[in-house]
């Protein structure tokens, strides 16, 4: 089955403690995203990568780190400097083309809560 | 700056009725336009989209409408069915700033009534 999958479901940290959140995807897609979602508001994007070894800041990358050292992985890290880190990630994966449109897949998310 | 508007937040709407959701954009450069359904405590899925050389593309029970000279977009549901509850996300993009970024709304929670 292809898909992406983003583990864990539920995360809790102490506040000034840094977290990974893993993504994977075997949908051989380029590109990859990750968005941060907060209640009542859209999804805003913090990092995105279009091919292995690059990557570039979406509107809200202070406070997080990122690496995509092979096609199927794209780790966020989030960082002590990120001032308001509780809320819902979510991965996402697209065909990467210059010249045409495609749609995101999402994986099914991960809530962090910083205590 | 929110570039991609939903301005209602949620709506109820009877079973077997029409539903139609909402959407605006400030970004004359956008071209490509998709609508998203979201699940609570799960990731988005694609729904429908449609590119601005269209006004109209259908999907079954979808059916988006694109007005360009009003920068608005609208997505029907017809029937509506109870497992059509959810929140809806219009997304956004622009080929000159790249094609596969996305722009989100703030998303519209759909009610359908039994």
């Known amino acids: 089955d292809g898909g992406i999958t983003q583990s864990p479901k539920y995360l809790f940290r102490k506040e000034g403690q840094n977290v990974t959140l893993s993504c994977e995807q075997n949908?051989?897609?380029?590109?990859m995203y990750w968005y941060r979602q907060d209640p009542g508001q859209g999804l805003r994007l913090i990092y995105y990568?279009?091919?292995?070894?690059?990557?570039q800041k979406g509107d809200i990358a202070e406070g997080y780190s990122v690496s995509r050292e092979k096609k199927e992985s794209f780790p966020l890290t989030v960082t002590s400097a990120q001032k308001n880190p509780t809320a819902f990630y979510l991965c996402?994966?697209?065909?990467?083309?210059?010249?045409?449109?495609?749609?995101?897949?999402f994986g099914p998310g991960t809530r962090l809560t910083v205590l | 700056d929110q570039q991609v508007k939903q301005n209602s937040p949620s709506l109820s709407v009877q079973e077997g009725r029409i539903s139609i959701l909402n959407c605006d954009y400030t970004?004359?450069?956008?071209?490509?336009f998709l609508w998203y359904k979201k699940y609570p405590a799960e990731g988005p899925t694609f729904l429908i989209s449609?590119?601005?050389?269209?006004d109209k593309n259908e999907d079954g029970r979808f059916t988006v409408f694109l007005n360009k000279s009003a920068k608005h977009l609208s997505l029907h549901i017809v029937p509506s069915q109870p497992g059509d509850s959810a929140v809806y996300f219009c997304?956004?993009?622009?080929?000159?700033?790249?094609?596969?970024?996305?722009?989100f709304g703030t998303g519209t929670r759909l009610t359908v009534i039994p």
């Open positions: 997304a956004a993009s622009a080929y000159q700033t790249g094609a596969n970024n996305l722009f």
């Open positions: 970004n004359s450069m956008f071209d490509y």
């Open positions: 990568s279009q091919i292995v070894n690059d990557f």
């Open positions: 996402a994966s697209s065909i990467f083309s210059g010249v045409s449109y495609n749609e995101q897949f």
């Open positions: 949908l051989n897609h380029d590109a």
């Open positions: 449609i590119s601005s050389i269209k």
